[in-house]
Structure formats: structure tokens, C-alpha cells
Nanobody, 128 residues
Framework: QVQLVESGGGSVQAGGSLRLSCAAS????????MGWFRQAPGKEREGVAA????????FYADSVKGRFTISQDNTENTLYLQMNSLKSEDTAMYYC?????????????????????WGQGTQVTVSS
């Protein structure tokens, strides 16, 4: 059992920044990867960024490279997503996820099927 709670979402103008947080609890030792996903109305959920909880290696979707940064604080079991230079296309519900699979590739780490636990989501709205 892993519990995930997101926070930090809100409304921001294009070009602005937001920082999302995900507090994890439970059997977090079984989570090899954690990631951020987003889903806009009428669209499928897509991977934004992922991180290996043990080694710290990171993966990003091409659409957010150079703008978003994923990080973790192991002492507090918290995952972060720093979002800069936000665009209207970034508007979506953002979800934190944890997976017990030893993901081998970037595409796997950014895929929804690799994750077992999900948070409730936090809304990010970017206006222009």
C-alpha cells in the first residue's frame, strides 16, 4: 500500500511557474520509480517526468524538457515537479504516481501501465 497526495496546483499566466508536491506514505520501499502524469479534458493521460527513487536518474517528455524539473526529498518522502515557462498546452490535471516495476527505458518510465499507485490529482491551469 502506497498513499500519494498532490498539492501545489493552481492558475497561472503563460510564462509563469508552479511547483507541485507529492507526499508519499506507506510501503514506499517497494516503489522503484515515481512520476508525474497529466490529463487534459478529452485526452489520454500522458507521462510528464519520472525519477528512479534509488538512483535519481530522470526522464522527461519531449514537450517539457528544459522547462520542468522532477526531484525528490527522500528524508521527507516527497516528490516535486518544478514547472517553468508554462504554456497553455500544459493545462491539465496532474497526477503523482508510484511504480514497483524496475523500469528499463524512458518510454516505460513515462507509461501509465508501469505504475501501481496514483494520487487524486491537482489541477494546473495556464491562461494566455
Amino acid at each position: 500500500q502506497v498513499q500519494l497526495v498532490e498539492s501545489g496546483g493552481g492558475s497561472v499566466q503563460a510564462g509563469g511557474s508552479l511547483r507541485l508536491s507529492c507526499a508519499a506514505s506507506g510501503y514506499t520501499y517497494s516503489s522503484y520509480y515515481m512520476g508525474w502524469f497529466r490529463q487534459a479534458p478529452g485526452k489520454e493521460r500522458e507521462g510528464v517526468a519520472a525519477i528512479h527513487t534509488g538512483g535519481g536518474r530522470q526522464f522527461y517528455a519531449d514537450s517539457v524538457k528544459g522547462r520542468f524539473t522532477i526531484s525528490q526529498d527522500n528524508t521527507e518522502n516527497t516528490l516535486y515537479l518544478q514547472m517553468n515557462s508554462l504554456k497553455s498546452e500544459d493545462t491539465a490535471m496532474y497526477y503523482c504516481a508510484a511504480g514497483s516495476v524496475e523500469t528499463m527505458t524512458a518510454i516505460q518510465a513515462l507509461g501509465v501501465i508501469a505504475y501501481n499507485y496514483w494520487g487524486q490529482g491537482t489541477q494546473v491551469t495556464v491562461s494566455s
